[in-house]
């Protein structure tokens, strides 16, 4: 997967894309990121990205040539649709990401990421390029920059062979749609608190029934809409029957 990035600030993607796992992705060759600084799309002698807003108002709006110039370069013409390939604009107005959105994107062969800076892009890049909006949560960023790098970080866990394979179960028990169980690690008994009995049991049945109770019990504590609607296997039925119990429901 080839991830292009239209930016004001290059240099903010250096030390978060080429750390840990993303870092190591990417020397594996699972995907490419290719952050492109929209200065050099330019064509004033001042470099100039943004100006000021038609009908007035307060702040400044990126202008649309940069982007056209570095959207042609990397793509052609925005009449070639390419299948595979995903032209995405970061902004509060768009489709809240989720992790099956983050799925989906990990099969796309191209991504091309848009972050505005300022009030914004100019509405003539959106109607032209954009495929997709899409927005990490309800709230303003100064950019969308962090959004994309979020992004890029929920994607990167699905390329095949990005995670160690000790990460790949968190994956399948994570993606069920319940919240995480809890996690432990040595000593079994630190500050007086103890690790719960079943997970120091060695009885790999056991383990996994507890853990999917105290994920059933923490969805239903913290995210109980993640609940409604879904119908449950006669196993997870009882567990989650003794988890409602256990929390005293
Ligand atoms: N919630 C988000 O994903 C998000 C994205 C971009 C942004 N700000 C950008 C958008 C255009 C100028 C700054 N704020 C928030």
Not at 41 to 58: L, M, S
Not at 110 to 115: A, Q, S
Not at 160 to 184: I, N, V, W
Not at 195 to 215: C, D, F, M, N, T
Request: charged content about 25%; some cysteine; proline content about 5%.
């Amino acid at each position: 997967m080839n991830i292009h990035i239209l930016t004001i600030f290059p240099e903010m993607f250096q030390g978060p894309m080429s750390s840990s796992i993303i870092g190591r992705a990417c020397q594996k060759g699972l995907l490419s990121i290719e952050p492109h600084n929209l200065r050099d799309y330019t064509k004033d002698k001042h470099r100039q990205v943004d100006d000021t807003p038609y009908g007035g108002g307060a702040g400044m709006v990126m202008k649309a040539e940069p982007f056209f110039e570095a959207l042609t370069e990397l793509t052609g013409s925005p009449k070639q649709k390419k299948v595979g390939r995903k032209i995405i604009m970061l902004t509060p107005q768009g489709a809240t990401f989720t992790q099956k959105k983050a799925q989906e994107l990990a099969t796309m062969s191209e991504i091309i990421f848009l972050c505005g800076r300022y009030e914004g892009i100019d509405e003539r890049v959106r109607q032209t390029w954009v495929d997709e909006e899409i927005s990490i949560g309800d709230y303003i960023l100064t950019g969308g920059e962090l959004a994309t790098m979020v992004i890029i970080d929920a994607l990167v866990r699905f390329l095949p062979g990005a995670l160690g394979d000790e990460m790949s179960a968190q994956e399948e028990s994570f993606s069920d749609g319940l919240l995480e169980y809890p996690q432990y690690t040595k000593p079994a008994t630190w500050q007086g608190m103890t690790v719960p009995a079943p997970l120091l049991s060695g009885h790999h049945e056991q383990i996994r029934k507890w853990r999917r109770k105290e994920a059933f019990k923490r969805t239903y504590q913290f995210r109980p809409e993640l609940l409604r609607g879904r119908s449950l296997s006669i196993e997870d039925q009882i567990l989650f029957a003794e988890a409602l119990q256990e929390l005293g429901m």
